[in-house]
C-alpha cells in the first residue's frame, strides 16, 4: 500500500462522497435542469451540488483553509495557510451531452512555497465513471491509485500523441490556435481534443499521452494537473518556456525531450 500525507486522503474522501451523485446524474443527463452562465458554457446542477459536497468535505478538516471555486469563487481563509482549488466537474460540456469524459480535480495551493511564492504541492484528479484516481505530492511522485506513474519515454514527435483544447464559442484565441495547430500537425502521429484539460493532464502523467498544450485556462482546470505531470517527471511551462503557467493561462507540457521540442515549435508558431 502506498503512503501518503492527510492531505490526499482529505482529498479522495472529499471527491469520493460527490462521486456518486455525479454518476447517478450522468446517467440521467436528460432530465438534468441546467442554466446558461455564458456563451457555450453551461453549469448544471449536479456540477453546483458537487462543489457543496466537497466544499463540506474540504472545511469539515481544514476550516481555515480558503478555497478557489470554480462555481463558488473566493472564499477567504486564513492568508498565512494553504487554499484548495476546486473544479467539480471539468469536462461539463461533455457531462451534459452524455459523453463519459469527465473529472473532480482538487489541488493545494501553499502560499509560501519555492521562492516564497505560491505554489501547488498535492493535486488529485479523480473520474468517477472508470474510478481512476490520480495523485500527486511534491516530492513523492505521482501515482494512481497504487500505481507510480512517469510520463511517456518518446523522444520523437512522429511517435507522439499530443492533446490539446480547441476554443470555441466566446472562450479562446482562434488564430493564436490555429497557427500552434498548423506547426504541431505535420510533426506529430495525432493530436486529440478531448474536452477536459484535468484529465488531458494526468494523462500525461500516466504516459497516455505524450504532450499536451492548451490557452485561456483557469487555475482550478489546471493546477492538480501541474503537479501530476511535473511528479511524473515531465516539464511543465507557459508558452514563452517559463513558470508562469496559472497567471498567463497557458500550458505546455510534455517529457524533456517532447517539451523543448514543442516549445520551439509554438515559438516560432507565435512570433
Known amino acids: 500500500m502506498v503512503s501518503h500525507s492527510g492531505l490526499i ?3 479522495e474522501r472529499a471527491v469520493r462522497k460527490a462521486a456518486p451523485r455525479l454518476r447517478r446524474d450522468f446517467n440521467e443527463v436528460q432530465h438534468l435542469q441546467v442554466s446558461r452562465k455564458g456563451p457555450a458554457d453551461f453549469v448544471s446542477v449536479a456540477d453546483k451540488q458537487a462543489e457543496e459536497t466537497i466544499v463540506e468535505e474540504l472545511r469539515k478538516a481544514r476550516p ?5 471555486l470554480e462555481e463558488g469563487g473566493t472564499i477567504e481563509g486564513d492568508p498565512t495557510k494553504p487554499r484548495w482549488i476546486v473544479d467539480p466537474l471539468d469536462g461539463t460540456s461533455n457531462f451534459l451531452h452524455g459523453i463519459p469524459h469527465f473529472a473532480i480535480s482538487i489541488a493545494v495551493e501553499d502560499p509560501m512555497g519555492a521562492g516564497g511564492k505560491p505554489e501547488i504541492t498535492h493535486g488529485m484528479v479523480y473520474q468517477p465513471l472508470t474510478d481512476e484516481g490520480f495523485w500527486a505530492e511534491k516530492g513523492r511522485g505521482a501515482w494512481l491509485q497504487g500505481q507510480r506513474l512517469r510520463v511517456s519515454a518518446r523522444r520523437e514527435l512522429a511517435d507522439s500523441l499530443i492533446a490539446t483544447g480547441i476554443p470555441f464559442l466566446g472562450h479562446g484565441n482562434f488564430a493564436e490556435w ?3 495547430f498548423g506547426a504541431v500537425a505535420p510533426e506529430v502521429a495525432g493530436i486529440r481534443r478531448f474536452g477536459s484539460a484535468a484529465l488531458d493532464l494526468a494523462w500525461v502523467a500516466a504516459g497516455r499521452y505524450d504532450g499536451f498544450w492548451e490557452s485561456g485556462l483557469q487555475p482550478w482546470d489546471v493546477a492538480a494537473g501541474l503537479i501530476l505531470v511535473k511528479e511524473a517527471g515531465g516539464f511543465v511551462t507557459d508558452f514563452r518556456g517559463q513558470d508562469r503557467m496559472i497567471e498567463r493561462r497557458e500550458v505546455l507540457a510534455a ?4 517539451q523543448s521540442r514543442l516549445h520551439k515549435l509554438l515559438a516560432n508558431a507565435l512570433r
Not at 64 to 68: A, I, M
Open 64 to 68: 481555515d483553509w480558503g478555497l478557489l
Open 178 to 180: 490555429s497557427r500552434i
Open 9 to 11: 486522503t482529505i482529498m
Open 255 to 258: 517529457n524533456d525531450a517532447l
